[in-house]
């Protein structure tokens, strides 16, 4: 075994967990004092590291918060690029989507393949995405995550389908595609106390773009 890169991985491992606990300590403090009332300090002491290793990660609390959305994101083209070639595209999607934007009623358990991910419940994460959301502060941190997470899924798109990210329409086209389905299921979710399950709307808000939105008034063939 080599000593070095297992030490390297450790300490790769060691802040992963650092970056999430700080993120989620973020999410938690503003759900239970609000915005106003967390500071950079406050998130630090609640992980036990210093204001100054928070700045290691996260630039303000604002990123800190928007990270999990980013994160979350990010498995989900890594999970595009791990699907069968055998797979159609947009099955390929809709596969990459359900797989790492697990939400479980009995918590949020998306697959990170690092052991890193805290145990959240269902409650705790749906005020965390009313946080992010609803919150002014957090537009447009939240609006650049999601820049961010498009060009990242985009480019898996093109590595799948044979296109060219820079000169081909396509593989925007579709990342963007997704991204608006995310965050309208999102906030449909939020707006409506989760009357139906995230996963069937995220299945349905998909389903509905691969087949080219039809008008809904459209009786099926």
Known sequence: MDIGQDGAGLRERKKLQTRIALSWAAIRLTVERGWDN???EDIAADVGVSPRTFNNYFS???EAIASRHLDRARLIA???RARPASEPIWEAVVNAVTARFDMR???DRAKDDTGALPEVSHDQWAAGLRVMLAEPAMHG???KAGAIAEAELAAAVAERTGTDVVRDLYPRLVAAAVGAALGVVMDHWVRTNGSAPLMSLL???LGRISAGLPDPRTPPA
């Open 38 to 40: 967390v500071r950079v």
């Open 60 to 62: 303000s609390k604002a």
């Open 78 to 80: 890594a999970e595009l």
């Open 105 to 107: 009623e009995d918590g």
């Open 141 to 143: 941190e939240f609006l």
């Open 203 to 205: 299945h349905d808000a």
